[in-house]
Structure formats: structure tokens, C-alpha cells
């Protein structure tokens, strides 16, 4: 079985900040790394994944995450956040067939002016 | 838009009623999930099917909760006799693995709640 852990439940950050949400999760097997993003009032859409290859990825809004076997963790930053980016952030998991993706508890990222 | 829709939005129930929602997947997807959200806690695993198969069941799925796929396009899911604890956001998600994965739309879900 899989398990995910979100430490930071909220993050309050000035904008033009860098911000790290914080991701790690536990697994017997092989997995698969995704961060969801839930804007308000809207629903989860991904915000990037990690499958195979550069431990690196990136998102199209400046995001990026770097997956780390070792630390078993799936860090979340920004060199600089906008205000369009409070939302509520979700690190999920799934094993390599997709048969389940378990979710973190989520981060409510707060970008103040 | 993500392009899954559930049906209704919102729903408020007395407790012991009997409730049903609907989900209709992106039309190529083969693979349907369901989660439910409680407040402050992330989507958790209810149940999925591969087309018309339903193939896990989550332990939070009660004896309570029955969900079908007939045809393997839509998907309802019944929860009879509710409780009070039922009282969630339901969401419902579509996907077509591939060798190399894809991600899970999701649908803006259906809020429950449990009077």
C-alpha cells in the first residue's frame, strides 16, 4: 500500500516569494508522483507528474518538482508565486498500473499581495 | 472544463434516505474512479472499474455503497440509508492508461449532505 503525507496544511506567502510545498510518501513498490492543484470553487486538475526520466518536472505556470527516491519525497516549488496561484495543492501517488491513487491531506497555498 | 461531468452538484438528504449520483466519463476513457473528500483531507479511494469491471473496492466502501458501470460509459453510485457521516464531496474521475501513464480527470463532484 501506498501513503502520502502533506506537512504544511497552509502556506502563507508574499507574492514574488519563492515557496516549497512539501511532499513525501511511502510505498513497497514502484510508483508514480503527481501534484493536483484545486483552484477555488473549481476541480483537481494536474498540475505536473512524475513517470520516468529526469527526476526533474516542470509545469506550464512556472512550477516544478523533483523527485527523490532516497528522501521518498516530491517537493513542490516556485521561484516566485502570483496571486493567481492560491489554491489548494494535492501530492498523489499510484502504483504503475493505476489500479489506485492515494492523495496527501492537501497545502492551501495563501499568496498575499 | 475537464470534460467529466457528475450529476447532480449538490444534494442535501435526510438521514436514512436513499441517494444516487451520476458520473459521465471522457467517451474514450476506459477507466472510472470514484473518491470521496471530506473537509481538510484529500480525495480518497472508493472504488474503479476498467470499462463495465469494477476491480477494487475500497473498506470505505460500506455494504451501504454500490456503484455501477453498466456498458462501461457512465457511472452511478448509490449510497442507501445515509448517515450523517456521509455528508462529502464525491468526486468521480476518468483515465486511459497507457505503457507510459496518463493522468486522472476529474469531475467537479457532487456535495452531500446528510441532514
Known amino acids: 500500500a501506498q501513503s502520502v503525507t502533506q506537512l504544511d496544511s497552509q502556506v502563507p506567502v508574499f507574492e514574488e516569494a519563492p515557496v516549497e510545498l512539501r511532499c513525501n510518501y511511502s510505498?513497497?513498490?514502484?510508483?508514480?508522483l503527481f501534484w493536483y492543484v484545486q483552484y477555488p470553487n473549481q476541480g483537481l486538475q494536474l498540475l505536473l507528474k512524475?513517470?520516468?526520466?529526469?527526476?526533474l518536472v516542470e509545469s506550464i505556470n512556472g512550477f516544478e518538482a523533483e523527485f527523490n527516491k532516497s528522501q521518498t519525497s516530491f517537493h513542490l516549488r516556485k521561484p516566485s508565486v502570483h496571486i493567481s496561484d492560491t489554491a489548494e495543492y494535492f501530492c498523489?501517488?499510484?502504483?504503475?498500473?493505476?489500479?489506485?491513487?492515494?492523495f496527501g491531506s492537501g497545502t492551501k497555498l495563501n499568496v498575499k499581495p | 472544463d475537464t470534460g467529466v461531468s457528475q450529476d447532480p452538484r449538490h444534494k442535501i438528504t435526510k438521514r436514512g434516505q436513499n441517494v444516487t449520483f451520476r458520473c459521465d466519463p471522457i467517451s474514450e476513457h476506459n477507466r472510472l474512479y470514484w473518491y470521496r473528500q471530506t473537509l481538510g483531507q484529500g480525495p480518497e479511494f472508493l472504488t474503479y472499474?476498467?470499462?463495465?469491471?469494477?476491480?477494487?473496492k475500497s473498506r470505505l466502501l460500506s455494504d451501504r455503497f454500490s456503484a455501477e458501470r453498466p456498458k462501461g460509459s457512465f457511472s452511478t453510485l448509490e449510497i442507501q440509508r445515509t448517515e450523517q457521516g456521509d455528508s462529502a464531496m464525491y468526486l468521480c474521475?476518468?483515465?486511459?492508461?497507457?505503457?507510459?501513464?496518463?493522468?486522472?480527470?476529474f469531475g467537479p463532484g457532487t456535495r452531500l449532505t446528510v441532514l
Open positions: 512524475y513517470l520516468s526520466g529526469s527526476t
Open positions: 510505498s513497497s513498490v514502484s510508483v508514480y
Open positions: 472499474f476498467q470499462n463495465e469491471a469494477q476491480l477494487e
Open positions: 498523489a501517488v499510484s502504483d504503475r498500473n493505476f489500479n489506485k491513487f492515494y
Open positions: 474521475a476518468s483515465t486511459l492508461p497507457q505503457r507510459e501513464g496518463d493522468e486522472q480527470f
